[in-house]
């Protein structure tokens, strides 16, 4: 076939895939080390080259600082939003992170944006690809949750296209799930699928009409895994390991990953069988053995399965359906290969689940069978279409800081729909157009998508503009919006860009950034990076010192300064760039009160000034958000 071959790809939290389709049936494409599943893991090595996958993994007990898993929970996500993940997980954010900003990962001394750093997974599965057909790869179909909102969706294309794949279309891991098993081929009914991975839970109920998929309901849990049951065992073990032999290697995390590789093992092999053995050497030259039951295993870990209950009893009613009405349950997610998970469904929705594709390649080999769809297809495919709903209403803000809701939640998509909206006030010029995700009735409630301003509208009493206001959510998920004064024909018009979204040139920029890692040059790059910013801190220095601050400090400290500077200076020249940020992490430690009492010196002008500067910071006097209008239609 020719190369423009399209794959499928599972970005998993856990793990991730890649698929294609071979006459009629999709199958994985393996990795060099002959594996399907490529772990979610990325870290920088010692000579600063991105690691992917397995051979990442060693890095995560090693030199944690330069690795990270489970980014997918970052996706299209402010620093607000993940208080709780950055409980649960070690992600290291840059200390220079703002309120509103997209995130920032350190790994080692370089940060990254979650999409880029999906990327780098991206990159790695394309790689495998094109090893395997021995051709370029650069169109892909991604899986997304179905719950994922605008931003999460928009920041997994973004990764895309910065891993060099055009992203034909994103689609919901369930629907994905259901197309791998030719589910669609049953022309009506009702599909439960049931998703446990490494650390998440979903729960979809699919509708099924005439060939076309539509997400009825999704319900889940954001910290539910495989990782609890992994967790759940290593404490057992360590608690077994200090009381049978009075060691607490609880702290040494070359113990504890020991113990989790010899748990995850064990895991695994009671999925298949009625026993197995734990046998783990631990520090000081003694063994820890154990034999599990799988009966044991089943009682340990019932609290955590029982967990998935509730959100399926919720997303049933939802979807108001009765467990009897569900006419075809899939099972997704590697921890669904545990017989007592696999009866919990049974039992759960009156009927035995779909088991013959491996639950952890299942959404990888959908992606597959929708990528050939887009592709022209094959007789199997063709006329099939594939519609997904949106998981939350979007709207705007109007005049009060209220919600008006444009397109509602579990609308079928793509969707589009249109309010009229008039101004509030005489001769109003610009009509603020603010758009919101989310449920709630006031505006600060829900989640801020993005902002526009209609402008240069003719002066008019108010309520007399005729504003159109349209949105429309193409086939990914992705939102348009537009506004137009019907009366002189202004219009403004954007494709959101989600709040925490990377702008067009951002992820220009970053596409090329990543070709700097193939080029290799990257070290080159650091040392300019780093001259640049001695530079800055300098010039900055430099301005401090004819500051009143200046004066204010001891004349130790200014001593200090100096030397510091001159070290930065010394070594600006040379070619090793750890040793220039050592060096301006040193001038910024040793200019910290500094740059302190000019700090408070500029806030004391800037208060002073603040009537003065004001009349520039507003929209204008003439400006505000719209006022609904029903009776225009
Ligand atoms: P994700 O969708 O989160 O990327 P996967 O679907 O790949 O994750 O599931 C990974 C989880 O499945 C891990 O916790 C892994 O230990 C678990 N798992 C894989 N195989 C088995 C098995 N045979 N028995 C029990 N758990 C398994
Ligand atoms: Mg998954």
Redesign the pocket.
Known sequence: MSSDRIVGIDL????SLVAFMEGDTPVVIPGDDGLN?VP?VVALDERDQIIVGNSARKYLIETPERAVYSIKRLMGRGIEDIQDELKLFPFRLAEDMQAGEVLRIKLGDKTFTPPEISAFILRQLKRNAERFFNAPVTKAVITVPAYFNDAQRQATKDAGRIAGLEVLRLVNEPTAASLAYGLDKKQNGIVAVYDL????FDISILKLHDGIFEVISTNGDTHL???DI?NLLIRIALDDIKGDMGLDVSRSGEAVATIRKAV?EA??AL?AQASAKLDIEVPGGKRYQREVTREQFEQLIQPIIDRTVGPCKQALKDAKLKPEQIDEAVLV???T??PKVRALVEDMFQRKPHTDLN??EVVALGAAVQANILSGGSEATENMLLLDVTPLSLGIEVAGGVTDKIILRNSTIPASATQYYTTQVDGQANVAIHVLQGERELAKDCRSLARFDLRGVPPMPAGMPRIEVKFLIDANGILHVSAREQRSGKEAEIEVQPSYGLTDEQVESMILDSFDYAEEDFRQRQVIEARNEAETIMAALDKGKKSPAWEQLTSDERKRIAKLQKALNQVKAEDEYQAIRKAIDALNQGTMRLAELMMDSAVATALKGKTIDQADLGEGPQSGHPVAKADFK
């Open positions: 998993g939290t856990t793990n599943l979610s991975g490494g650390g998440t895994g495989g990782d992994d995850i895991k695994i999925s997610g590697g921890s290969r545990i639950p952890d």
